[in-house]
Protein backbone atom coordinates (compact mmCIF):
# COMPACT_ATOMS: atom_id res chain seq x y z
CA UNK A 1 0.00 0.00 0.00
CA UNK A 2 1.26 3.49 -0.58
CA UNK A 3 0.43 6.58 1.45
CA UNK A 4 -2.74 6.64 2.41
CA UNK A 5 -3.26 10.47 2.71
CA UNK A 6 -2.21 13.14 0.58
CA UNK A 7 -1.65 16.47 2.73
CA UNK A 8 -1.90 19.39 1.06
CA UNK A 9 -1.52 23.21 2.22
CA UNK A 10 -2.02 26.55 1.43
CA UNK A 11 -1.13 29.59 3.52
CA UNK A 12 -4.25 29.81 5.32
CA UNK A 13 -5.40 26.02 5.89
CA UNK A 14 -4.68 22.64 5.26
CA UNK A 15 -6.63 19.60 3.31
CA UNK A 16 -6.41 15.67 3.70
CA UNK A 17 -7.06 13.80 1.13
CA UNK A 18 -7.27 9.99 1.64
CA UNK A 19 -7.23 6.65 -0.18
CA UNK A 20 -7.06 2.77 0.30
CA UNK A 21 -7.96 3.51 4.29
CA UNK A 22 -10.10 -0.03 4.18
CA UNK A 23 -6.25 -2.03 4.77
CA UNK A 24 -5.93 -0.04 8.30
CA UNK A 25 -6.40 -1.33 11.66
CA UNK A 26 -8.98 1.32 13.47
CA UNK A 27 -5.77 2.10 15.18
CA UNK A 28 -3.99 2.78 12.30
CA UNK A 29 -6.44 4.92 11.00
CA UNK A 30 -6.87 6.64 14.64
CA UNK A 31 -2.74 7.63 14.76
CA UNK A 32 -2.82 8.50 10.78
CA UNK A 33 -5.85 11.36 11.67
CA UNK A 34 -3.88 12.29 15.13
CA UNK A 35 -0.89 12.76 13.09
CA UNK A 36 -2.59 14.93 11.01
CA UNK A 37 -4.30 17.00 12.98
CA UNK A 38 -1.20 17.30 14.78
CA UNK A 39 1.35 18.10 11.70
CA UNK A 40 -1.35 21.37 10.85
CA UNK A 41 -1.63 22.17 14.13
CA UNK A 42 2.11 22.78 14.58
CA UNK A 43 1.89 24.86 11.53
CA UNK A 44 -0.91 27.02 13.42
CA UNK A 45 -3.30 25.57 10.60
CA UNK A 46 -6.77 24.07 10.74
CA UNK A 47 -7.37 21.31 8.19
CA UNK A 48 -9.96 20.27 6.50
CA UNK A 49 -10.40 16.34 6.01
CA UNK A 50 -12.08 15.53 2.61
CA UNK A 51 -14.43 12.79 2.39
CA UNK A 52 -16.28 11.67 0.02
CA UNK A 53 -19.16 8.66 0.24
CA UNK A 54 -16.69 5.71 -1.27
CA UNK A 55 -14.46 6.38 2.49
CA UNK A 56 -14.72 3.63 4.66
CA UNK A 57 -17.83 3.58 6.61
CA UNK A 58 -16.33 4.89 10.13
CA UNK A 59 -14.35 7.68 8.75
CA UNK A 60 -16.64 10.36 9.49
CA UNK A 61 -17.11 9.43 13.00
CA UNK A 62 -13.59 8.69 13.69
CA UNK A 63 -12.50 12.23 12.34
Known amino acids: MGRPLLRVTTPMRGFGF???LEAL???DLD???GRTRDFFA???ES???KTYGHD???L????
Open 18 to 20: ARD
Open 25 to 27: SVD
Open 31 to 33: ALI
Open 42 to 44: QRG
Open 47 to 49: VEW
Open 56 to 58: RAD
Open 60 to 63: AERL
